[in-house]
């Protein structure tokens, strides 16, 4: 499978701990772009790299938010002290730069109780 | 008010009829893409256009830049099709999406 590849699926956490989800992009994309989908809503921007290089940051993503690329190749994004607001779809996608048509992964569930 | 809106909200056919979604950007944008996404969260990319219209199979996309609207046609609907459609604009170089609410469609047999 060469998609988009998010782990995990879903993650129930209590609130309080850390959690980290992993993307790893299509293996020639250069762009990488973590969104957040909250229940009845659309997608909304939180960051994007450009091989390592992360490039622009949503004000969604406060302080105990962090994310990373360090070989310009999958991507984690760390989430600290958890909070019930947390809980959302993370989804990831990967694009080529100069070319528009992003590539989607499955999302991560997080669930925070 | 939202940067890409989208009509109707949820919607509801029976199996044949043909859709019409819609959605209105109030910026400007380098392309408008409409994206599906299916309970569990994946999401696909159908269309991607910056004029014009576009065809794929039983769906069609168009587009009118000057009026910042855009529609997604499905002919011959079928219970498979419902799912969540999404519109989303990209602008400038980074490309990254500004999306829509999206519209559930549920297509009854």
């Known amino acids: 499978d060469t998609g988009v590849s998010q782990n995990p699926r879903h993650k129930i956490t209590k609130r309080g701990q850390n959690v980290t989800f992993r993307c790893d992009p299509i293996s020639e994309h250069n762009r990488l772009y973590w969104y957040r989908q909250t229940l009845g809503q659309g997608p909304e921007f939180l960051t994007y790299f450009q091989n390592e290089a992360q490039l622009e940051k949503s004000r969604l993503l406060s302080d105990r938010f962090s994310a990373e690329r360090p070989k310009g190749s999958f991507s984690t994004l760390e989430i600290q002290r958890t909070e019930q607001g947390d809980s959302a779809m993370y989804l990831c996608a990967s694009s080529v730069t100069g070319i528009a048509e992003a590539f989607f992964g499955q999302g991560t569930r997080l669930t925070v109780v | 008010k939202n940067e890409v809106e989208q009509s109707p909200q949820n919607l509801t056919a029976q199996e044949g009829e043909f859709i019409t979604i819609n959605c209105s950007y109030s910026?400007?944008?380098?392309?408008l893409h409409w994206l599906q996404q299916h309970p569990g969260g994946g999401i696909v990319s159908l269309f991607m256009l910056s004029s014009g219209k576009k065809k794929h199979g039983r769906l069609i996309a168009t587009i009118n830049i000057q009026e910042k609207h855009s529609s997604l046609h499905i002919t011959a609907s079928h219970p498979r099709d419902s799912a969540v459609y999404i519109c989303?604009?990209?602008?400038?170089?980074?490309?990254?999406?500004?999306f829509g609410k999206g519209i559930t469609l549920s297509v009854r047999p």
């Open positions: 989303a604009v990209s602008r400038g170089a980074n490309s990254k999406l500004t």
């Open positions: 910026v400007g944008i380098s392309a």
